[in-house]
């Protein structure tokens, strides 16, 4: 019945992911999948996200749907969140805002709608991404086009080249950028940037469609949000999709949230009504605990407070551990430049190794790296930095 269909490729992180699961190695380490480890290699779930899941299952009850836009409280967490409380479009009611599944379904149902609301617009995506943005737009329908982010030469941001390109592009296109934690180099805009860039766009016209998937992971909760709050003063209408997979370790309960920026409450009213038609002819309504489990946390002062204490904690681990390798690999490769490291933020890293570097990294070795050459530092901890580092000078030297 199917036999005419073309085999779909593999997804090349995902299917990274399941030949570590079968390596049967033990000293294998994992730095490919954008996943945070704790120090001894564990997938950790908040303990604040623990109390509030306990606290669920003491008043559970009847499970109904949820409305197509999850619960309002959730809504108005995830403003708070992300534009703070006292923010001028939360206030005036400007911001539409669904719990969507996982912030893969906040970049869906965004681009559902931008295909439907500017038909004739294109996306822009950073060069390189995340292996996923590019499907997901053009799944949706839109041609998808790349504008110049990352020097491969000397490991760092090309702004002024992204400037030009950008600002070349027609009114009403798309430009998807990644707020903090860039994926996968780890090159972030510095705020002086995002300003110029925010004024750019707004001359141009332009729509920003911002993807917020590792907020406190970069320099802390509120300031990983401020390009969002920046890009919104600057006067712009612009959409995103944040994620709390890996601040809140819910992975698997598939919890993210769309929000986009308009330029009156009575246009946010028109947006929510479109957005809730998009996802009522996909999945209907968001889940019921995950969004739950998230608003507990936002919602009480107490657990927030101590999420973000914890999301605090990742956040220094990790920077702990782009240190630790940056020394053992000074140490190691005395003429070989590794302070890319320390230039980047977040969870990832753009080592410039090969994809046969990386190839030799896990045939030999059992390092798992993505093909790119980027790297995961949350897999990183003091059982596993020095035998990472040993591998990496092999394969190099």
Sequence with gaps: MFSHLAASPDDPILALNEAFMRDARAHKV???????FDATGALPVPDAVREAERRLAARAGAKPYLPIEGQPDFSQAVRALLFGLGHEAVAAGRIATLQTVGSCGALRVGAELLRQAFPGSAVWVSDPTWENHRAIFHSAGMAVHA???FDHGTGRLR??????AIGALPAHSVVLLHACGHNPTGADMTRAEWTQLAALMARR??????DLAYQGF?????ADAAPVRLLADAGLGLLVANSFSKNMGVYGERCGALSVVCPDAAQATLVLGQLKAIVRQNYSSPPMHAGRLVTEVLNDAALREAWAREVEGMRLRTNAMRAALHEVLRQRLPGYDADYLLRQRGMFSFTGLSPAQVDALRESHAVYLVRSGRMCLSGLNGGNVDRVADAIARVIG
């Design 205 to 210: 016209a332009l729509i920003p469609f911002v």
């Design 147 to 149: 504008y110049p982010y």
């Design 30 to 36: 994992n730095l490919s999948i954008g996943m945070y």
């Design 218 to 222: 970069c320099e802390g909760l509120d």
């Design 159 to 164: 702004f002024e080249a992204l400037c030009k």
